[in-house]
């Protein structure tokens, strides 16, 4: 497996252009199990994922060209409405073809996805508003079953209220609601960019959806059986951009340009920076992001959109090992993410785990070590400590970061940053 290898200290200087966001990607690729003619997406990053997500359409029978950053996705001959664990087990999102099989083909088959390195991550949501369209749902051999009224007839619209916001459930039964008959009302949605995007794309394929990024979504199905296909660039990763916005305020006398990235869908981290002493600025167009002065203690705690990002927590959470004073990250979102915390401890930071809670005290100075995360935004949070730290860090299991992050040592590195990628070091 490979590592990163980053010898810290060098202020990171210049531009660094933001990717397509991953998290709207995959939804808008399983979105075109919803048409029969040939969609292409463009802006999409290089990522493991976007691979995982092309071999699974493959397997259902759909025709996939991948040449980030454009993604081409044209009907096949058969279609297979079968999503199987060896797919399923790489990338959660996989469950998002659930609603578009079942809406479009009347049944499929999905392996639950099982739980994750940050948390139990149950679907139960996503099946209950299927239910609700009328679907039966049978759990069987770690598979759902999932078959349309009747006999894999035609999902009816349905009134869902989510008992918790949910991004991917909320997305899964937009794309049912899509081709289901008659009006849908999704209450207690998750409001995050990506959802919105979702919406957009499926109102160019026809759809009637209207509310998508707010908490209530109503979708008019298409009685056409099948959407349109589209032809779509899709929004810049807030995530990515944020993961550089720390990276830049980490490190003593940096000065970087974040280009392409859109403030709007990233106020509670801007905030939260400005509050740690972090100069972020606007042009309307790009972001400069430059420290004045010491880092100061700043609380966080995670919230669905528009809080603050719990894919932003660990990135943050690094930044504080280095502010002055005491500050109290609370994770809200997921059980288990925390698992950068024992391997910054390992660099020489101060973090005491309390339940969903962490309590960082500042040091002066982070240390180089040998680390490794067990997911993607834990990984990006130990390069970023790697960057401020004295001496050498080897970030293991870079498996991960190639999940979420395109390119991420060439666009740290042309940035100023001394990181290199260490092909095939030990696990
Ligand atoms: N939940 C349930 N039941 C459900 C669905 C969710 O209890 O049926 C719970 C989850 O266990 C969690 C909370 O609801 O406690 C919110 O989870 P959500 O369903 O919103 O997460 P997700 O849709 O599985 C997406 C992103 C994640 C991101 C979360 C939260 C995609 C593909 N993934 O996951 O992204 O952390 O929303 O914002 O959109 C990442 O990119 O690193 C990543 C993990």
Known sequence: MDAIRIRGGAPLRGSVRISGAKNAAL???????LSDGGSRLRNVPALRDIQTTAA?????????????????????????????????????????????????????????????????????????GLEAMGCRIRLEHGYVLAEGPGRGGRLQGAEVCFDIPT????????????????????????????????????????????????????????????????????????????????????????????????????????????????????????????????????????????GFPTDMQAQFLVLMCLARGESVITETIFEHRFQHVPELQRMGATVALRGNTAVVQGVEALHGASVMATDLRASASLVIAGLVATDETEVRRVYHIDRGYEQIEQKLGRLGARIERVKGADA
């Not at 060209?65 to 044209?74: G, K, L, T």
């Open 167 to 306: 991004v991917t459930g909320t997305e899964n039964l937009m794309m049912a609601a899509a081709l289901a008959k008659g009006r849908s009302t999704l209450v207690n949605c998750a409001r995050e960019p990506e959802v919105e995007e979702l919406g957009r794309v499926l109102n160019k394929m026809g759809a009637q959806v209207d509310g998508a990024g707010t908490d209530v979504i109503h979708v008019v199905g298409s009685d056409r059986g099948a959407l349109a296909p589209f032809d779509h660039a899709i929004i810049p990763d807030r995530i990515e951009a944020g993961t550089y916005m720390v990276a830049a305020a980490i490190v003593d006398g940096s000065d970087v340009v974040i280009e392409g990235a859109e403030l709007s869908d990233m106020e509670a981290l801007i905030v939260k920076l400005r509050a740690a002493g972090v100069e972020v600025a606007s042009d309307g167009q790009n972001v400069r992001v430059r420290r004045a002065g010491p880092l100061r203690a700043v609380n966080v705690t995670t919230a669905p959109h528009p």
């Open 56 to 128: 699974l359409l493959r397997f259902l029978g759909r025709d996939v060209a991948v040449a980030a950053p454009e993604v081409s996705v044209a009907p096949g001959s058969d279609v297979r409405p079968e999503a199987p664990y060896e797919l399923v087990k790489q990338m959660r999102a996989s469950v998002l073809v659930l609603g578009p099989l079942v809406a479009r083909f009347g049944r499929a088959k999905v392996s639950l996805p099982g739980g994750c390195a940050i948390g139990a991550r149950p679907i139960d949501q996503h099946l209950k």
């Open 27 to 33: 939804p808008i690729l399983c979105a075109t199990l």
